[in-house]
């Protein structure tokens, strides 16, 4: 088993009330870990190495996402940028 670690240091929400921000959050924690215990995830993670920046680039979401909604489209665009 791989073990794979995941420090992200700044997410930049624009757009996005304030009160929405730890919403986002977890929507997008809980997508990522969910992503990248996908069998394989890790070793293709580890063939990549330390990442300084990833640009996930424009996130899909409906308007009427939730907050938690934005954060797992935020997850999942992570996730093809590691895939790419």
């Known amino acids: 088993m791989r073990r794979v670690v995941v420090k992200i ?3 930049v929400l624009k757009g996005f009330r304030y ?3 730890h919403a986002i959050a977890q929507g997008l ?3 990522l ?4 215990s996908e069998p394989g ?3 293709g ?3 990549i190495g330390t990442l300084p920046r990833l ?3 424009q996130i899909d979401a409906a308007t009427d996402a939730t907050p938690q909604q934005v954060g797992i489209a935020a997850a ?3 996730g093809k940028g590691l895939t790419r």
């Open 19 to 21: 009160e929405d921000r």
């Open 55 to 57: 640009r996930a680039g």
């Open 45 to 47: 993670i580890s063939a």
């Open 33 to 36: 870990a969910q992503l990248l």
């Open 76 to 78: 999942n665009a992570i």
């Open 41 to 43: 995830m890790a070793k």
């Open 29 to 31: 924690q809980d997508q």
């Open 9 to 11: 240091e700044n997410v």
